[in-house]
């Protein structure tokens, strides 16, 4: 048994697994300066393998935190989907080329990079921001929650019990072929949390006081079973293997993402990768799961991968030299019960929906979970927002993971199954059919039709969708090209909504040209600057005046034929130090060298009257409604945002930029 | 005195100054593997300050190395300039509005950056390539040259004494005013080279024996003195002032760059800067040269600076809370009288040419200066290419100094003027003539303009330009839109003509669906495969075909209408452990996210045709022939580079990427 010691400590929020969807919870906080704990019981970071598909709203999230850059050079991008099938007699031929993002979507399009680095660009960013680490080896052992304080803002209801392990223990045990594998968190393996406290020895304990602990801890989840929760689902006899290598072959397709349905040889994904490597997802037909419904994990090897691939690639020949990581998963869908105790214990990622690996969804719907719950629980902890907005988050994102299982659960029995002979064949799966569930699944696979419902947050009932056609309430705010005002600079007008916490009203100013354009732009100033205004009164009196809620302004008359100080102090504020704001005011209008965005018409809103647009700080939209219509943006932050007095300080040092 | 030491050591190439011009040609060594050593005699880097204008090209290059994304992410993009003129009244005006940068001419556009982040990112890139490092506070003191063994390849005929300073003596002075100034390194302050010899004290000296020396220390160069180099021309009487500030103003161009006239109160230049800096440069009517054609600069201070671009921009108001650099500089345009000696020792950046800052080309020049000279001493020092080739950096750089000079003499006696006030007023500046200069100086400034001429590296006589309208002979090949035939990834094509030391073979297809196409280029691969090809011969046996000459291949057919392995082999050539190369084959074609690069139109080269060109490592045109014509390739190749068994091993310890 370990030592029991007496230490004790309390913080705002602690995050259990640092995992993708741990390292977006974190980085919230680190930008909203909440006092933060990240604690993973693993010994340290992964190198290689594991999670890799990067969705197109991924990918935007990681732009409004500032590091998609990083993604976008590093990871390999996949532009199109080869379809191979069996040809009336059996030979696979390439049957099929899709896009393989849906063209307009987004700026961004699907890649590829391995979970690793994603996790080392979530950890430069804290850095930069913050003083929040990875505290690795850490296990924790208990969990109670004080219902008599959970009301309490001010109180610390949750009481966890750590332990930090030795080296030793907090390694995980490798299946040792002699490359890194997976199989130790392949979800064939049993959990091994309980054996990690079984054989604890030389080690510390202590005891944490949490206002709110976020458990981002894997499919084995232990905070969810602190809380009583279950996954609910079964897992199916397919058992697929993954390997990485860097592929010997005279497949022509092989730096494409590929679906190949063998007659007879079982399915293979390819999923060309970073530094010259290829995924393959290949069916194991031969292994099959024993009575307890789990298959022997120690007949899996990259031998035996690359044997089924090779049998469903042929008559194309494949080998390697060098084999960077592999794992297998038995395919399933499981969907937690609960998402959260009290609103103060949350869950999120693989803790409360597990799938399929091979659609390339896990890493994003568990990241977004993260990205959807870490600026409420940080706007709360920070005297911003009224607690209520937590219940949100279940609602808001169970009908995601609900939406994902259903998908998955179509997709991999599709891919899994035989392609019918003929149309007649109804053992086998109709090609057609895959092809289509394949290109309806890729819009669902952009992360970019989630929509959220009516709520304290998505002020639907209010809004005239009609003034906005394509910014749709509920979605995220899409993005087309705009220029400064200032200085004449494309951007994407999404690069400007940052993850720092601020709520956003969007001014369509219209034609500002016009003089009624123009006096409808000053009433909405005169009405936000007037005293007792939502706006002065959700800002602390020593801030400024765009630090909870910030404006920006796009006008669609000519860029040379409107000014800078044409428009009102509001929409380009004032700092004594800095001067004036050049960051604030945009313009739909041709660039130099990047043609001409067409940005209202994108939006569709109308280029003479605009409209008023109002998003969450995660880019969501708000509400919609007309430049007069102040009222119902008020009622919608009267709602659910405090007085500026309440804010509480920035707990936790700040690292200049 | 200093200890003398009998430190002896031996280095291929020993670059003096660490700055801009210094830091690329360590670059290129830490590329190419070649054994240097980089000192300069500050004890610091810079953090402040400095130049910050980067042309197009510079970006180029800082691509070819592979971080130009860090500087176009950092730096302020410029994107048009505005003209203030006084009106009839006297009163300034914006009288005209061009493009910073002229459309088309690259796909980055002139941007500004700090110097001192430039160096960040070289020694960043240095580090990942080499254990090349910066010796700093140590100064050359001595350099003699064994003309006996100057044609020895073998031998290090340069020995340069060296001394270490001390940590005190190491740091420049600075003028005192509370803000970082760069008056100790301005063209006003004498050198305090000799200074720094006199008093070291506690310090050590060692030899160096090299085979190449680069000077890049500087208008003082000291380097320049030791081969008795002279740089020719006369200062000015113009003095100006430049302030880097957060500007509070109401001028409505401050985050444009501008140039602006005033009637009777002189001229000012704004270049908006990252981090809301502005610079700005103004010109300092107050103060003269004393009889000796030098001005005090003691009486340079941020305070006459501002004030003095506040007179020239009334009516409207400037000042500023937080000031993060000033310096001052007297105009006068000097070029050295000569760049090297024995082809051993060779000067480049200020040591060979100074100007005024103000067209924001020093840096460029100077960066470009070693860029060209770089590949070519590491060519050499490697065995690769024949010695014969150092010739070309005095005559293709000397042209390129002589011509900034000329542009920079017209350009800044224009700006110094006083506008006229009507058109026989010949005292005053035609502001219409001033705006033709300036938009012909914008070409120049992109840094595209410089055309080499013919050469033992230029193959100009043999080539035939119609054959390719806009892949100029002696300029930098231009880059347009291509996809991956294998992935279908859109790429400036440029992107893939890395600064690695690779001369390359541009294999333009055609249209590779028409037979007669694809025999030619069967037999174009057949000619450079054949035993005892210029191919085979300049490729040591145990490395790769594409080790010293690349081919990329770019056809005209539609990417779905043919299969990567109907191309030969050595087009995608097979390695054991890798298996084929994925990234050479590119098709002009229609991409699915950004649209149709038209690289054939773009080239002008005949889509059925096609052509052959060849690129220097540093991406300008060499030749430009008919696919058939091997044999000028093979003729080019011939005159300039020696056969693989001549190569000798990277010395130097390359580091894993």
Redesign the interface.
Known sequence: MAAKSNQESQIDVLIIGAGPAGLMAATWMARLGVSTRVIDKKGTKIYSGQADGLQCRSLEIFDSFGFA?RVW?ES?????ICMWNPDDTGVIRRSD?I???V??LSRF?QCVLHQGRIERFFLDHMKKHSDITVERGVLPIELSIDESCIDDLDAYPITVNLRHLSDEEAKPAQQGHGVQDGLFRSNMAEDDTEDLIRTSREDKEEIVRAKYVIGCDGAHSWTRKQIGGELEGEPTDFIWGVLDI?????F?D???RCAIHSANNGALMVI?REH?LVRLYTQLSEIKPDASGRADRSKITPEVIIAAAQKTLAPYKITY??CDWFTAYQIGQRVGNTFSKFDRVFLAGDACHTHSPKAGQGMNVSMQDTYNLGWKIGLVARGICDKRILATYEAERREVAKALIAFDHKFSRLFSGRPARNVIDEQGVSMDEFKRVFEKGNIFASGLSVEYENSMIVQAKRSNQALATNIKLGMRFPSYQVL?Q?????WPFQEWMKSDGRFRVILFAGNYRNKQQRERVQKFCQDLEAKGSFLRRVTPGNSSIDSVIEIFTLHSAPR?EV???DFPDLLHPFD?????N?NKIFVDDE???EGHGKAYEGYGVDPERGCLVVLRPDQYVAFVGEIDDTASVEEYFNGLMLDGSNHRNKKMKRKQK
């Open positions: 850059d050079k390999n991008h996949m532009l199109e080329r896009p393989d993002t063209p307009g399009q860097v592929p010997i072959t005279d022509p092989i730096r494409m060309p010259s030299k060098y400064n200032a200085d004449a600079r494309p040379r000014e800078f100080f004594e130090q800095k001067g004036w050049y660039s130099y060298h």
